[in-house]
């Protein structure tokens, strides 16, 4: 069982996402670590945010379904982003994704260990 925590008395999240998610009873936990925009070959990557933001959402949808889960199970995201002028369009990957499900979310900005990467995610999801 999920359930969201979104607390009257504190203020109301904005942008899709809840404060807090907690995960009871007999569920399975799925930890997918930070992915980056690569196509199949592992080396390739293109290079606007969108196209490496599209990749990664696709690639976290390909191992949710690995598991025999969908978008709508995510409990959590964190997103690294290289920069703080990408979020308006992250932001608009999360909801494109995430519809009106709002997982607990957070974004970082910081220096990424490859400079080509604008974004890095990392996801977790229970059932």
Not at 98 to 109: D, L, N, R, Y
């Amino acid at each position: 069982m999920i359930i969201k925590h979104n607390p009257k008395d504190l203020f109301p999240p904005y942008r899709n996402y809840s404060h807090a998610i907690e995960v009871r009873d007999n569920s399975r936990l799925l930890i997918i670590s930070g992915l980056n925009g690569y196509l199949s070959d592992g080396q390739t990557m293109p290079e606007s945010f969108e196209e490496q933001g599209e990749l990664i959402w696709q690639h976290i949808g390909t191992i949710l379904r690995s598991a025999e889960m969908d978008y709508q199970d995510v409990i959590s995201i964190r997103t690294y982003l290289s920069d703080p002028s990408f979020d308006e369009a992250n932001v608009r990957l999360r909801m494109k994704y995430m519809k009106t499900h709002q997982p607990a979310s957070t974004v970082i900005c910081c220096t990424l260990l490859e400079t080509k990467w604008k974004l890095e995610v990392e996801v977790m999801a229970a059932k």
